[in-house]
């Protein structure tokens, strides 16, 4: 697994797109820094950045790239290797090249600012922690799309559509099932159904750090629980990380019967 | 010669008391050993002095101008029986006591210090800890209260009092106090002309500041942090709020500054900083906000209703979750050249003001003021596509609520 893990990891390191993302959030860092000159400000802008090209771009490229080493992968397939490590390997290289590139271009031009100077450094780190766990997120989904479709248009229109659902049309709908029902109690519903889409739940892991304050104005006394103190924290952080385990499980267990 | 000498002996007549004051000195191995008998034993402008130690007093009634000052913080314990302090004469000082242990009351207000129908008082330097009120003045004037550190320990609002009081009091001068964990940090009920300056107030379970049907009153340069709710200012005319910092104040009903029926007030060069809510305002008239900072707090300004002809000038709003929440259609409350850090406009003919409006009330902020638990959905892709869209044609709030001039750069 591990060496198909580095072919994987350094054929994309050697493509052009690792580049290109590379340099995209390299730019954008610097810009971002040089037109706001302060972190604080940036940092809200980066919030948007990630949490909805992070997931688009984690889709897109897993998509992409299995797609086209389908014909390695079932070169490989031929080979006395357990599946499971065929597409694991696949995974993690693309999933840790795109994490790599994200975690790089956005840490230089915020070092060279004056990061660690600042006490917005939490908030950064917190910022890149969940940009890395979407973009493990997507690719995981991306990759089970693509394995339970052969033909590619299909897959790739589920793919993009997975993430328009989750980026946007699920809040819409989490907006109007709470404007209907805003007469029963819906702090909890409101709670849980964040912790149904890793997009939200990587939301409203920034928001307790950058809008503590406003959440706290609301009145229920399981928000008051969630928010002003560490547990919404942890419980946020547990469930990315379910987030990313139940996909990629899923991977391995369809990989091994398929029949290709 | 000879007028002089009868002048100099006129002087030394009129102010006699004064220049042959005696000291009286207290201790535990003195002549007089508690305060009470000290008061007893003084004449009129003598000077108590009392020597560190810990006297075991209360319901000490001055009732003659005195000057009573404490060596190295002699202790007064209370022993939780009653008032400990009451003065009833004019011309009363009162400098560097330690007292503690005041009695608690659900009938009537036991306070460290009261000072009742007085005038030309000064009480500095005193230390107040484990207290129900702390300095209580009625119906006082031209007084001052310095330096004075309060620190209760009060758990529930129904069993705890205020740090610093004022009732039907007017000319005080309150100065540089530190309160920290009572009801109220500083009450004002029908008093006017009250300068109320440096003071830290922090950590109280109500308010860092309070004032009800108090007219003509300044306060500047004050810290408030972390308290139930910053300053509330309710039922009150032409009252200057210069300087201060609002800080911290989280919670439901939280916020930095409440105004409710104020008219004529100038909000001044204030910073609120992480409160839920900056400013709440309520029914409140002809109040001028300039040059004030609103840095990161959950909303900046809540117009709650019936507030008209207030002005918003040169005021930076900076990273607030909403800058401002409005809950009518009707606005006549002028925002102009502020600097609002969510603008995203442009500024092409450069004279320093964006050249398109902005619109500082957003459909969201409409959207949580209805459903509250949809605060999970702040800055979310869904909720920037209808804000734009809103942004484009208002339809659910104010349409001419807009800053035509928005400033580019925050004002130092």
Not at chain 2, 60 to 75: A, C, D, F, R, S
Request: glycine residues 8%; contains cysteine; aromatic residues 14%.
């Amino acid at each position: 697994m591990i060496k198909i893990l580095k072919y994987s990891f350094y054929d994309l390191m050697r493509s052009r797109w690792s580049y290109v993302y590379f340099l995209f959030y390299l730019l954008l860092g610097f810009v971002l820094l040089f037109l706001n000159n302060e972190l604080s400000k940036a940092v809200i802008t980066l919030m948007n950045v990630i949490i909805v090209l992070v997931p688009l771009i984690g889709t897109i490229f897993g998509v992409m790239y299995y797609y086209n080493s389908k014909e390695f992968t079932e070169l490989l397939l031929a080979q006395p290797i357990k599946r499971s490590s065929i597409f694991l390997g696949q995974y993690f290289g693309v999933a840790g090249s795109l994490t790599m590139s994200l975690v790089l271009g956005l840490g230089i031009p915020f070092a060279l600012y004056g990061l660690f100077e600042s006490n917005a450094i939490w908030d950064f780190s917190l910022l890149l922690i969940t940009g890395a766990f979407l973009t493990l997120i997507f690719t995981a989904v991306a990759f089970n799309i693509a394995l339970s479709n052969e033909n590619r248009i299909k897959g790739f229109g589920y793919a993009v559509l997975a993430w328009l659902f989750l980026a946007v049309i699920y809040d819409g709908l989490f907006l109007m099932s709470l404007i209907v029902f805003e007469e029963y109690p819906l702090d909890s519903f409101s709670l849980v159904a964040t912790m149904f889409n890793p997009i939200d739940l990587s939301r409203t892991l920034i928001l307790l750090k950058l809008d503590i304050s406003a959440l706290l104005g609301y009145t229920g006394a399981i928000f008051k629980q969630f928010f002003g103190t560490n547990l919404g924290l942890v419980i946020s952080i547990c469930t990315l990380l379910l987030w990313t385990i139940i996909p990629v499980w899923r991977l391995g267990y369809v990989a091994k019967r398929k029949d290709f | 010669m000879g007028k002089i000498s009868v002048l100099v002996g006129f002087v030394l007549l009129l102010f006699g008391n004064h220049l042959w004051a005696r000291t009286i000195t207290v201790c535990n191995t003195c002549e007089v050993k508690t305060i009470k008998e000290g008061v007893a034993v003084a004449a009129d402008y003598d000077t108590l002095l009392i020597k560190k130690g810990t006297y075991r007093e209360f319901n000490i009634q001055v009732n003659k101008p005195l000057t009573i000052i404490g060596e190295n913080y002699p202790v007064i314990d209370g022993e939780d029986q009653g008032e400990i302090f009451t003065i009833v004469s004019n011309n009363v000082t009162i400098d560097g006591l330690y007292i503690i242990n005041v009695g608690t009351s659900y009938t009537s207000d036991y306070a460290a210090i009261r000072v009742v129908k007085s005038e030309n008082f000064l009480i500095q330097n005193m230390v107040l800890e484990k207290l129900f009120f702390g300095i209580y003045l009625e119906k006082c004037k031209n007084g001052e209260v310095y330096n004075n550190k309060v620190i209760g320990d009060a758990v529930d609002e129904y069993n705890s009092g205020n740090g610093i009081q004022l009732w039907y009091s007017q000319n005080i001068v309150v100065k540089n106090n530190i309160v920290q964990h009572v009801r109220d940090g500083i009450y004002l009920e029908f008093s006017d002309n009250i300068t109320i300056e440096n003071n830290i107030s922090s950590d109280n379970l109500r308010y860092g500041l309070h004032f009800m049907f108090s007219n003509d009153d300044i306060y500047k340069n004050n810290t408030f942090e972390n308290n139930g709710a910053g300053v509330a200012v309710m039922f009150s005319k032409r009252i200057k709020m210069l300087g201060n910092t609002f800080k911290k104040n989280w919670g439901a009903a939280s916020f930095g500054l409440l105004l409710k029926e104020i008219n004529d007030a100038e909000i001044t060069g204030n910073s609120f900083e992480e409160n839920t809510i900056g400013i709440s305002i309520e029914g409140s008239n002809r109040i001028n906000y300039s040059k004030n900072n609103f840095i990161k707090n959950g909303w900046a300004i809540k117009v709650r209703g019936a507030c008209y002809t207030n002005t918003f000038i040169h005021n930076n709003f900076m990273y607030n979750s909403f800058d401002l929440a409005y809950n009518s259609n009707l606005n006549d409350n002028i925002f102009e050249e502020n600097y609002w850090s969510n603008y995203t406009g442009y500024d092409l003919d450069r004279n320093g003001t964006g050249d398109i409006p902005y619109r500082p009330v957003k459909l969201f902020s409409y959207i949580v003021n209805r459903t509250p638990e949809t605060i999970i959905l702040l800055r979310s892709l869904f909720m920037d596509i209808i804000d734009f869209s809103e942004k484009v044609s208002p339809v659910f709030t104010p349409d001419e609520l807009v800053d035509a001039k928005p400033l580019m750069k925050k004002i130092k």
